[in-house]
């Protein structure tokens, strides 16, 4: 089955750090890939995706490459600020039984920045 | 890009009364919608795919008579938890699907006292 597994968290880091944030997936057939940021007190946001092999989604210098052969869809940044701190969600979209898209989540991982 | 909106964002009610949450699409139609409740420091759990003009689909183990979802149209579904009690606090969320993404609505935080 579909299933996606992100490192648990929480990670705390220093202003200006390199980040990496680690997710790998199971899935059957060609899923599309995403990062969602979850800001304290707020829903979800898209953050960045990539719907096939070796697309690299990017937006406010986060970064994550769709690698199939390694089934992973790490997410990173290289220098982090104190705005960062969120909870990050790991995703993938694949079709269910009834030929549905459906979202299949990672558990997230809370990041912690101080300054 | 496509906005979803949720409300009320926060909703405090005493035990045993109803509380109706809503989910809208502003700028596009969703014959599909995705009710997630989501615990302290714990991941999203769908409860429900919400589907225009048929009954939704529910997760096992989530009670359909308790938590009512109405797609009433092709831009609004309701979540309606009823006889609420205080293990039902917790963060409710909608989304809504277009093509390969999907667009969430800003949640809702229930407290029941």
């Known amino acids: 089955g579909n299933s996606v597994t992100q490192m648990e968290g929480p990670v705390t880091l220093s202003e200006e750090a390199f980040l990496t944030i680690n997710c790998t997936y199971t899935?059957?057939?060609?899923?599309?890939l995403f990062w969602y940021v979850q800001y304290p007190g707020e829903g979800l946001q898209l953050l960045l995706k990539?719907?096939?092999a070796d697309d690299k989604g990017s937006n406010k210098g986060f970064e994550a490459t769709y690698r199939k052969e390694t089934t992973s869809f790490h997410l990173e940044k290289g220098s982090v600020q104190v705005s960062d701190s969120a909870v990050y969600f790991c995703a993938l979209s694949a079709r269910n039984a009834g030929n549905n898209r459906k979202l299949i989540w990672g558990l997230g991982t809370s990041l912690a920045v101080n300054p | 890009g496509a906005v979803v909106s949720q409300h009320p964002s926060r909703v405090i009610c005493k035990s045993g009364t109803s509380v109706k949450i809503e989910c809208r699409s502003l700028?596009?139609?969703?014959?599909?919608m995705f009710w997630y409740r989501q615990f302290p420091k714990q991941s999203l759990m769908l409860m429900a795919t919400s589907n225009e003009g048929s009954k939704a689909t529910y997760e096992q183990g989530v009670e359909k008579d308790k938590f009512l979802i109405n797609h009433a149209s092709l831009t609004l579904s309701t979540l309606t938890v009823t006889s609420a009690h205080p293990e039902d606090s917790s963060f409710y969320i909608c989304?809504?699907?277009?093509?390969?993404?999907?667009?969430f609505g800003q949640g809702t935080r229930l407290t029941v006292v």
């Open positions: 700028d596009f139609q969703a014959t599909t």
């Open positions: 990539a719907t096939k």
């Open positions: 989304s809504a699907p277009r093509g390969f993404e999907a667009f």
């Open positions: 899935a059957t057939g060609y899923p599309s």
